[in-house]
Structure formats: structure tokens, C-alpha cells
């Protein structure tokens, strides 16, 4: 990990750390996810889980004083015996929710974008869906079109030492979710950007010309659903990359694509200019300004 402000390392956790550990975690993830507790406090247990395996003497540093809260579920009467809490870890979660935890504490080496996140999400502020799988890149993104972001938890016994997807281990993968759903939610300037975005792309999903380049085109394919996926970015980043995506496709085509992407959203023409010059000298803040109302103005709104 690097900082609390910052980024963190892909694995935290390595497979030969976790190999070692496998029993442990696997008997502890099926105690907790049937433990009658809110997600986010689901959530607090399974971090609590890896980060003592990664940092065993010092995972939880003090930050601020704090005032209890007797009517919230206390960290020590949900944890189970079988995480076998050590007598400094009592000490120091004696009187604590998971709400304190990210509040008041800082825990070694993670983003304070995952405390927000966590704070957010059990406060009701920002949708959040607790999953125990990974959601593919259309499910996603149609949860990202209704405000929504994801936060998976590996339980599966036979994946739960090794990396998620050959790339993160259980607990960086998690902190992934976390800190993109901040990069989603945090910044109110460029959510409805965002969403308008996301329901443009799921509009247009379907179309027939679009799912056979998907279909036939592997770093397209993998492009595309990178964007609309897996970036949570100010706008006019978003259809930067976007737009990228199909530079390459489009240059081998006879009948380009992103012109057409462009149509099928019923792009006014001023819009279209500016969407065409993006990526070029041409660019100019009117037309960012034009493309930044477009999209604002595509937002779906779910009561």
C-alpha cells in the first residue's frame, strides 16, 4: 500500500500468504455472511478478516477521539470467537461499530476514499450493492445507469486463495469496488456526467453493428467495456477514452462506427462537431462545455 490518500499496491496479499491461511478464511467468510448484519457491516468483517493477515500487529491506528454509539451494533459482539481477536485488538475495538471503525480510525495503509465509501454507503447516502460474484460489464454498467455501484466480496471456497480475476487478491479487490464507488459518488460536479453517460452506452448496447465488433473484435471488446465498466471519471475523460476505443476499429472499417454512435443518440449537430473534434487541436472549451450538457442532459433519474 502507499498512502491514505493515495493508491495501493494490486496484491496485498499474496497467493503464498493465502494459501497458508485458506482453512481459517474459508471457516470465518461462512460464519459472517450468516450473521444477521447489515452489508456495510458484512463488509467492515471481511476487510477485518484479510487486513489482519496482511498487517497482524498494527492493521487498526487511533486518529480522532470519539463518542460511542450505544444503539449501533458493537464490532466485538458480531465478530465471531473464531477470528480469534487478540488482547490488543479487543482493547482496541472495546466500544466500537463498524461506523467508528472508518470515523474515528485509520486502517494501515488504505485510502480514506474507502473509509468515505464505507461511511457513505451505511449511511444511506450513496447506492451501493453488496454481490458474491463479479457482475459482468453490462450488469454493471446498467447498475451504474440507476446510480448504483457494486462492492464484491470473494466467498467462494475454491477462489478464496488466489487472485480475483489473475490480478487482485480477495481484500485488494475489494478496496478496488470501494474506491471506485467514491470516484462514482464523491464528486457531485461530475456524477450527472457520469449517468448520462452510462444510459447512453446501455441504450445503444444492443445494436446490431456494435455487439458484432464486440463480438468479433477482442481488444475493442475489451476496450470498450473497460470505459463504460470500469472508469469512473469527469465526462469528457469518460468519451475520451470512449472515443479512443473505436479510433483503431474505425480506421479498418469501411463503415465506421463512432459516426453512428453519434446518430443513434440523436446528437444535435453543434454536439456531433464537438464530439468529432475531441482528441484533436480543433478542441475548444465550447465544445467540452457543449458535450458536458449533453451528456448532464441524458441522466435517467430513478425515484
Not at 499474496?14 to 457491516?41: H, S, Y
Not at 478496488?176 to 441504450?203: C, I, M, P, R, T
Not at 456494435?210 to 475493442?220: A, C, N
Request: net charge neutral; glycine share 2%; hydrophobic share 40%.
Amino acid at each position: 500500500m502507499k498512502n491514505r490518500s493515495g493508491s495501493y499496491k494490486k496484491v496485498l496479499i499474496a497467493e503464498g500468504l493465502l494459501g497458508p491461511n485458506r482453512q481459517t478464511l474459508i471457516k470465518n467468510i461462512d460464519l459472517i455472511t450468516k450473521l444477521p448484519v447489515a452489508p456495510f457491516e458484512l463488509c467492515t468483517l471481511y476487510i477485518l478478516l484479510f487486513l489482519r493477515i496482511r498487517h497482524p500487529k498494527n492493521w487498526l491506528q487511533k486518529k480522532t477521539n470519539f463518542i460511542s454509539r450505544p444503539s449501533e451494533k458493537l464490532l466485538l459482539d458480531i465478530i465471531p470467537e473464531e477470528f480469534n481477536l487478540n488482547d490488543w485488538e479487543k482493547e482496541k475495538l472495546q466500544g466500537l461499530c463498524a461506523k467508528d471503525l472508518f470515523n474515528h480510525y485509520n486502517l494501515k495503509g488504505i485510502p480514506l476514499a474507502v473509509n468515505r465509501t464505507i461511511l457513505n454507503w451505511a449511511n444511506g447516502d450513496w447506492n451501493i450493492e453488496l454481490l458474491t460474484h463479479i457482475p459482468s460489464p453490462r450488469e454493471l454498467l446498467r447498475m451504474q445507469v440507476k446510480n448504483t455501484r457494486c462492492i464484491t466480496l470473494t466467498t467462494n471456497h475454491d477462489e478464496i486463495d488466489r487472485l480475483v480475476l489473475s490480478s487482485r487478491d480477495p481484500l485488494s479487490f475489494v478496496l478496488h469496488d470501494l474506491h471506485h464507488a467514491d470516484h462514482f459518488f464523491n464528486q457531485d460536479e461530475s456524477l450527472k456526467g457520469q449517468l448520462g453517460f452510462y444510459s447512453l452506452v446501455n441504450q445503444i448496447y444492443d445494436q446490431p453493428q456494435l455487439k458484432k465488433s464486440l463480438k468479433e473484435d477482442t481488444q475493442f471488446k475489451s476496450e470498450f467495456e473497460y470505459v463504460v465498466s470500469d472508469m469512473n471519471a469527469y465526462v469528457i475523460h469518460l468519451f475520451k477514452c470512449f472515443k479512443s476505443a473505436f479510433i483503431r476499429t474505425d480506421a479498418e472499417s469501411a463503415d465506421p462506427l463512432f459516426p453512428k454512435i453519434l446518430q443513434w443518440w440523436d446528437m444535435p449537430v453543434h454536439v456531433q462537431s464537438a464530439a468529432h473534434k475531441l482528441n484533436t487541436p480543433e478542441f475548444r472549451d465550447e465544445d467540452e462545455l457543449h458535450l458536458k450538457n449533453f451528456f448532464e442532459s441524458s441522466q435517467v433519474v430513478f425515484v
